[in-house]
């Protein structure tokens, strides 16, 4: 089920069903043909290439020209300095790193240039950069092309981190990135982009810093975002069964998030359950638990409870994988622990 499924009216609910590589290249369309300041750079994001791995960008190569959809080398250092310098001279650039891990080659130009160039020209020069890139465990890519490194990049003052959680949104936030005028991550799950769902109404816009209330409720908040959120609605609705009522917010965007949603939340309920896929050690769970207590200390009925990655590398072999990995389950024991707090959860 798709997130937009489960908060639009069915009236509403009449975009079409897309994945989230197509949702991704409406968005591209749209904001190339909106603005020719719109550019797209990467490996393989060109018609000769293939359109981009999960065919994203197929098609803008023909419709825009080579000027404005380049194919790059295999060189992750020069694709984000040559965007970077494109965004410094007026451009709106959308530089694609292929997936996630390979940013580490480019953590220099992203958090000592794109990052910080804004502070270091007295907010004279503005880097108006959007670098997209995919990344996800569940399908057998282990260790070096599956990791959600989002909390490195939520730790760089400068920088904007947008996780969406299916098409419509993805649609919809990319081209908000695209017309801010600060640089942006734009972290798409891997197994999204093949994946069926709702897309976006014409007019469909979500705001940078702005988080959804997927449903409401009144005994528990699950805050969360990107895929995770697909197993975080089926726990929901077999809790509600038995009469459990969850709140459910998708953040959507965790730098800036939308805290004063999550604590107005947690206020009214008490409980909180985090759940993302990255490592669930130093993650952005341990940041959004911490504001909790500093924010509803001596409120909570529970402790805040974390559900995501285990402090390893992304295993190959599908059992550990899967052991490594977020489930329904682990999510569903996590939300009865804080509706039954015992003295050795209550820490």
Excluded at 25 to 36: K, N, S
Excluded at 95 to 105: C, G, Q, R
Excluded at 199 to 212: L, Q
């Amino acid at each position: 089920m798709s997130l937009i499924d489960t908060v639009r009216k069915p009236a509403d609910a009449l975009g079409p069903k897309m994945t989230g590589a197509a949702a991704t290249c409406l968005a591209l369309d749209e904001m190339m043909a909106e603005d020719p300041d719109v550019l797209v750079l990467g490996e393989d994001v060109d018609d000769i290439s293939g359109g981009g791995v999960f065919k994203q960008t197929k098609g803008l190569s023909t419709k825009y020209g080579s000027d404005r959809v380049k194919s790059t080398p295999i060189a992750e250092q020069a694709i984000i300095g040559a965007a970077i310098g494109a965004a410094m001279a007026g451009k709106k650039p959308v530089a694609e790193i292929m997936l996630m891990n390979f940013v580490t080659v480019a953590m220099d130009m992203i958090t000592n240039h794109a990052a910080k160039l804004r502070f270091m020209s007295g907010g004279k020069t503005s880097v108006p950069l959007v670098i997209r890139m995919h990344t996800g465990a569940g399908v057998g890519t282990a260790g070096q092309h599956s990791d959600f490194l989002e909390a490195w990049m939520c730790h760089t003052p400068g920088l904007k981190v947008v996780i969406p959680s299916n098409p419509a949104d993805q649609y919809a936030l990319l081209k908000a990135a695209i017309r801010d005028p600060n640089p942006v991550i734009f972290i798409e799950t891997t197994m999204m982009q093949r994946a069926v769902g709702i897309g976006p109404v014409p007019g469909y816009t979500a705001e940078i810093g702005k988080a959804n209330v997927v449903k409401a409720g009144k005994d528990v908040t699950v805050i969360g975002y990107g895929r995770p959120l697909h197993d975080c609605v089926t726990v929901v609705d077999k809790l509600e069964a038995e009469g459990i009522s969850v709140e459910l917010i998708d953040l959507r965007t965790i730098v800036p998030m939308d805290m004063p949603c999550v604590l107005e939340s947690v206020a009214r309920t008490g409980r909180a359950v985090i759940v993302h896929e990255a490592v669930t050690a130093y993650g952005v769970g341990a940041e959004i638990a911490t504001r909790l207590n500093q924010e509803l200390f001596g409120k909570l009925k529970a402790p805040v409870e974390r559900v995501g990655g285990a402090y390893t590398p992304v295993p190959f072999s599908k059992p550990l994988e899967r052991a490594f990995m977020w489930s329904p389950e682990k999510i569903e024991a996590a939300i009865r622990r804080t509706l039954n707090p015992t003295p050795s959860n209550e820490g």
